[in-house]
């Protein structure tokens, strides 16, 4: 063992750099064997030093010219027991590949406070420290461990030098007792933290979280467990992850990131409640964590064809590679895709936790508001079937750790309210905000172009900073937080304002048209009412007339011959709705001929709204007075709101 690959992405070749290169074959006792390496053993870059490759065997290898030499910069740091170092097995079962190899150092770590300080730990049950960059070796093993324990895990403390975590197993002894430490004082002595673990939780791993202090992580050979008070007490945390040995952790920013032996790797988005959580939540009614900083990730869906009545399965193409889903009804009664043979994104927009001391019988608000407190969008807790069928975009619904969504019935898959809703269970409770506003106003028939849900979709807000509104029994709640763009963009700040201030526009427009669209039919419905119920002539006459003059409006908003593109050409309606795709096509402010269009689109599009409101101010105020003349009841356009928030 103690193979070593260096790979040349630029040329594809390999090159052999191992510390000894020697093939020992089958047959060839650990004893034998100039250095000892195990099947995995520690190989690493120094975060102090680039140039710096660290490895282990059963002592401690440098290079600093990627391989090509060797420094072994360490004693043999195992218990080096020459009866631990023969053929493994036995007379019938003896392993002759020679893999497996004892009395080796199993874990090596830097510490990420201290420049010259390194934890070593074997797999025959000793731990040792270097705090002068590997020129001497101390053993800090600690006194309760018992003997021919495997270090499994060193985690040094990302909050103090001093401190380390240590993750041990003896399962090989028959020992199913959980070994965790900890010092706080370069190993001169140690604290076991395990106790609150049941017996029989196999300890594989240990981390401690860097954005808070004392928050621990602990994988074990059946699942995750967590601690909030620097080990003194233990919690499972297991939510949907399946019963698998956890071999590693890292929190990477504010996710945590679970290795699971055989059932593939597993993130938990968005660490920051745990960050935040305080003794005072519990003796709140209700409480709203800080929102983390959100980037503006820009991820592609593809496309593809959507689950139906008779196709349970929708699948969909992202590039060249192809993928199936279901989808599923969360506990909250909201609609979610499962994916069945790729990986799940992390959700794309601001992820807000709330906590509830019981479930309230009013309803839950979240509110979006900009710096400036003007609101952009709010959900509620209450679902009502006659909502308009508002784009979620990529938002996903609020649910409780841990509880998993179910396949959606032919019946429920025909609700009308597509909205997001925040759940108001007691406890945890989550919800993601795609950063978008309002949708445009949806049409009945929601079919055609300018119709689909994606069209409807209000544009993303820009970077910036905003704030998010809890209502809950009568009690509110703000936290602030921040939109960042994604860093591997070129685009100002200044752009992106830009580009969503001309996307809302298109955005408010298309609502617009769609809202008159609404009111034109209203009315001539009103109007054929009235000539189908009075025989006086003019009244017929103007109510004809008033309803050509509407018909000829909605015509040139939107087409009401056919929804096949082939046989009508696109209105009004359509083609803003594919302007706000077009800006936000990619993170950029829009180009000249973009804008160009727009303008000429607004242009039209305004032209027509202006006929209506004449068509409003005079023909309908005509056709109102002839009514009154007659005894007949006047018609009135039905007051509608706006699907856009034009104070934004």
Not at 185 to 201: A, E, M
Not at 504 to 515: A, G, K, N, P, T
Not at 533 to 552: H, P, Q, V
Request: with cysteine; hydrophobic share 35%; charged share 25%.
């Amino acid at each position: 063992m103690g193979r070593l690959i260096h790979y040349d992405h630029r040329s594809g070749q390999e090159r052999v750099v191992s510390v000894w290169p020697e093939q020992y074959g089958m047959g060839v006792a650990p004893a034998e064997h100039r250095y000892r390496f195990q099947w995995t053993f520690p190989v690493f870059y120094s975060r102090w030093d680039p140039r710096e490759l660290w490895i282990a065997g059963n002592r401690i290898f440098r290079s600093v010219d990627e391989g090509q030499s060797w420094d072994v910069v360490s004693p043999d740091l195992t218990r080096n027991d020459p009866a631990k170092l023969g053929l493994s097995g036995g007379p019938v079962t003896r392993d002759n590949t020679g893999a497996e190899v004892y009395c080796t150092v199993f874990a090596l770590v830097e510490s990420p406070r201290e420049r010259d300080l390194l934890w070593a730990g074997t797999d025959d049950g000793l731990v040792h420290l270097s705090r002068d960059r590997s020129k001497t070796w101390q053993t800090v093993t600690p006194p309760d461990l018992p003997p021919w324990a495997l270090i499994s895990v060193l985690e040094p403390s990302p909050h103090d030098a001093a401190t380390c975590y240590v993750a041990a197993t003896r399962y090989k002894h028959d020992d199913l007792t959980p070994y965790l430490f900890k010092t706080s004082d370069y190993g001169r002595t140690w604290k076991r933290i395990s106790d609150g673990l049941p017996h029989g939780q196999i300890t594989r791993v240990v981390r401690e979280d860097p954005n808070r202090r004392g928050l621990l992580y602990c994988g074990t050979e059946s699942g995750l467990w967590l601690s909030l008070d620097d080990g003194g007490s233990w919690q499972r945390f297991q939510a949907n992850l399946p019963v698998a040995p956890i071999h590693d952790l890292i929190v990477k920013d504010t996710d945590l990131v679970v290795a699971t032996h055989g059932r593939a790797f597993w993130i938990l988005d968005d660490l920051s409640p745990l960050h935040q959580m305080a003794d005072a939540t519990a003796s709140s009614r209700a409480h709203l964590y800080t929102p983390r900083r959100t980037v503006r990730w820009r991820a592609y869906r593809g496309h593809g064809m959507k689950p139906g009545p008779n196709r349970e399965i929708g699948y969909r193409m992202v590039g060249s590679v192809g993928l199936g889903y279901r989808l599923v009804e969360t506990p909250s009664g909201d609609k979610k895709e499962r994916l069945l043979d790729a990986g799940e994104n992390p959700p794309n927009g601001v992820v807000v936790h709330y906590w509830l001391s019981s479930a309230p019988d009013g309803d839950v608000t979240l509110a979006f508001l900009d710096a400036d407190g003007r609101e952009i969008r709010s959900f509620t807790s209450r679902r009502d079937p006659a909502a308009r069928d508002g784009a979620t975009g990529e938002s996903s619904p609020g649910a409780i750790l841990g509880e998993e969504p179910r396949p959606v019935e032919e019946a429920s898959a025909a609700t009308t309210d597509d909205e997001p809703h925040p759940t108001k269970n007691a406890g945890a409770n989550r919800f993601v905000w795609n950063l978008r506003g309002r949708d445009a106003t949806k049409l009945p028939e929601n079919k055609g172009r300018g119709g689909t849900v994606e069209m409807l979709a209000g544009p993303r807000v820009p970077p910036g900073t905003y704030q998010v509104r809890l209502t809950v029994d009568g009690q509110t709640l703000t936290q602030g937080f921040e939109v960042a763009k994604d860093p591997r963009v070129r685009a100002t700040d200044a752009a992106l304002v830009e580009q969503y201030a001309f996307a809302r526009q298109m955005h408010d427009l298309l609502s617009r048209v769609h809202d008159a669209v609404l009111l034109i039919r209203d009315l001539r419905g009103q109007v054929d009412g009235w000539a189908k119920r009075t025989e006086t002539l003019g009244i017929k006459d103007a109510a004809a007339g008033l309803a050509r003059a509407l018909t000829s409006i909605e015509s040139e908003l939107i087409q009401v011959r056919s929804e096949d593109p082939r046989m009508f050409p696109s209105k009004l309606n359509s083609r803003l709705a594919t302007v706000v795709p077009l800006v936000e096509y990619s993170d950029a402010a829009p180009t000249a001929s973009l804008r160009e269009l727009g303008e000429n689109l607004a242009l039209r599009a305004r032209m027509e709204l202006a006929k209506l409101d004449r068509c409003l101010a005079e023909d309908v105020a005509a056709l109102n007075a002839l009514c009154r003349e007659s005894g007949v009841g006047a018609i009135a356009p039905t007051p509608r709101a706006g699907g856009s928030d034009s104070r934004h």
